[in-house]
T-cell receptor
Framework: GDSVTQMEGPVTLSEEAFLTINCTYT??????LFWYVQYPGEGLQLLLK?????DKGSNKGFEATYRKETTSFHLEKGSVQVSDSAVYFC????????????FGTGTKLQVIP | DVKVTQSSRYLVKRTGEKVFLECVQD?????MFWYRQDPGLGLRLIYF???????EKGDIPEGYSVSREKKERFSLILESASTNQTSMYLC??????????????FGDGTRLSIL
């Protein structure tokens, strides 16, 4: 079945450091890929998405590129802030009425001043 | 903006009780989902519904049931609560996926403790 693998956390960075969170996937067909973010005490929010190979999703300074050849969708940000501290989930879904989503296990990011 | 509202942020119940978790969405979404979130395990799908009165089992349906009598409301029921059901429960909704790339919209979660 479909699966998503993320790097284990927690990831601790100093403010203004460069962030990469690795994500790889296994799926048949042509999934859409997502990054969700969960701030403390809240539900998940969609951060960015990409729908086909070589698409780049971006939002709030975060970027991720859909790489079909390496089945990857790594999340990057050039300069993190304390307010970026959260848990980040990589996910995929495939076209179809139910829109089931397969999530990775999440990566906790802590940014220290 | 889509609003998914879960009835309780925190809930404490006793072993053997019947527990109801309620979720309401205000954007006329066809699909609704219940997940549980546990450290190290990420999100696991319990049940989902693609229409009123329709339901499908997810990956971990044992010990749970659901009800969807109205399009906007999706209830999760713990028939006889047990301590291993202590968890964070997340509700989500989405448009139908006949058009690709419909993201899920989440509520803030209910942290349920079973004593």
């Amino acid at each position: 079945g479909d699966s998503v693998t993320q790097m284990e956390g927690p990831v601790t960075l100093s403010e203004e450091a460069f962030l990469t969170i690795n994500c790889t996937y296994t799926a048949t067909g042509y999934p859409s890929l997502f990054w969700y973010v969960q701030y403390p005490g809240e539900g998940l929010q969609l951060l960015l998405k990409a729908t086909k190979a070589d698409d780049k999703g971006s939002n709030k300074g975060f970027e991720a590129t859909y790489r079909k050849e390496t089945t990857s969708f790594h999340l990057e940000k050039g300069s993190v802030q304390v307010s970026d501290s959260a848990v980040y989930f990589c996910a995929l879904s495939k076209a179809g009425g139910y829109q089931k989503v397969t999530f990775g296990t999440g990566t906790k990011l802590q940014v220290i001043p | 903006d889509v609003k998914v509202t879960q009835s309780s942020r925190y809930l404490v119940k006793r072993t053997g009780e019947k527990v109801f978790l309620e979720c309401v969405q205000d954007m006329d979404h066809e699909n609704m989902f219940w997940y549980r979130q546990d450290p190290g395990l990420g999100l696991r799908l319990i049940y989902f519904s693609y229409d009123v009165k329709m339901k499908e089992k997810g990956d971990i349906p044992e010990g749970y049931s659901v009800s969807r009598e109205k399009k906007e409301r999706f209830s999760l029921i713990l028939e006889s609560a047990s301590t291993n059901q202590t968890s964070m429960y997340l509700c989500a909704s989405s448009l139908t996926g006949t058009v690709r790339n419909q993201p899920q919209h989440f509520g803030d979660g209910t942290r349920l403790s079973i004593l």
